[in-house]
């Protein structure tokens, strides 16, 4: 009875197997795996909610920008900004005059240009990054799982579930290669904005040096030029500080042309990141995965 009954449920067994459509899935090779000797114990060989940067602790978030120079991200990004705005920041004066002589307010330029949290995007960045290793991590888990049920899971059923498990995989390696990617544009970007940054803290310092170190010097003969009472000829040595000036103003203009160039860059970076992420989130499965057969 015993044995009539097994060859029942293998019969019936069989059947409900066949009743499903083959699946066609990728075989693993133990030089893919992580510790393939343990692959069939289903256990994670790598824990995805670890943080990357210090593996005995739990993820909570990214690190302080400025002390995670092991990533490349001590980006001091914020604090040439926050310089720049200082320096920009000065009396109503000397404003009223850089703008009559270059018929732009161009220290409220410069202003707008370096404002915001730049921390905060590099927080972000890294948040990218870190996704990106926590993928890499959960896809070196799955793979180990295909590795143990590939050779014992068989038929239909078996086959459906390693078909899953692979497309799963795939999924995995694409949000993995999305989040390292954006991470990396977002990096790249904030070393370009400092870089660019330096350059204009420099033309800034030159021009506000023209400014407030050679005109304001001139005492009376300002006042009568902000007030419009003397022109450029009425005198020799108010000529020459608004020539110097003048020279001092080109090389901010080209640092802040370089920094708006940036900002469309980084406005195409964002299109670009939306628009990949998309991409990514389209190759996981398309339904959770239901075994064949219960």
Not at 34 to 41: D, I, K, R
């Amino acid at each position: 009875m015993a044995k009539l009954y097994r060859e029942t449920d293998h019969e019936a067994a069989a059947k409900a197997d066949a009743a499903y459509p083959d699946s066609l899935s990728e075989r693993v090779a133990p030089d893919d795996v992580a510790s393939p000797e343990t692959a069939a114990s289903f256990t994670d060989f790598d824990n995805a909610s670890r943080n990357p940067r210090h593996p005995e602790l739990e993820y909570t978030g990214p690190d302080n920008p400025g002390e995670d120079a092991f990533g490349g991200w001590n980006i001091e990004v914020q604090r040439i900004a926050d310089d720049i705005a200082g320096g920009a920041s000065i009396s109503g004066a000397a404003r009223g005059l850089l703008t009559k002589l270059v018929g732009i307010d161009l220290l409220t330029v410069v202003e707008k240009l370096v404002a915001g949290d730049w921390d905060a995007l590099l927080r972000q960045g890294m948040v990218f990054e870190d996704t990106g290793l926590a993928f890499a991590k959960i896809k070196q888990n799955v793979d180990r799982g295909r590795f143990g049920i590939q050779e014992r899971w068989t038929g239909h059923a078996g086959e459906a579930a390693r078909a899953w498990l692979t497309d799963y995989s795939h999924a995995c390696a694409e949000h993995a290669r999305f989040c390292t990617e954006a991470g990396q544009k977002i990096k790249n970007f904030a070393r370009a904005a400092y870089d660019a940054m330096q350059a204009l803290d420099i033309a800034l310092e030159g021009l506000l040096d023209a400014l407030l170190g050679k005109v304001f010097k001139l005492g009376k003969a300002l006042e009568m030029f902000l007030l419009g009472i003397a022109g450029l000829g009425d005198g020799e040595s108010v000529r020459q500080a608004i020539a110097g000036i003048m020279t001092e103003v080109t090389p901010l203009r080209t640092a802040i042309d370089t920094l708006n160039t940036l900002a469309h860059t980084i406005a195409s970076i964002s299109e670009l990141v939306a628009g990949n992420g998309e991409i990514a989130a389209k190759a996981w499965p398309g339904e959770p995965y239901k075994h064949p057969g219960t």
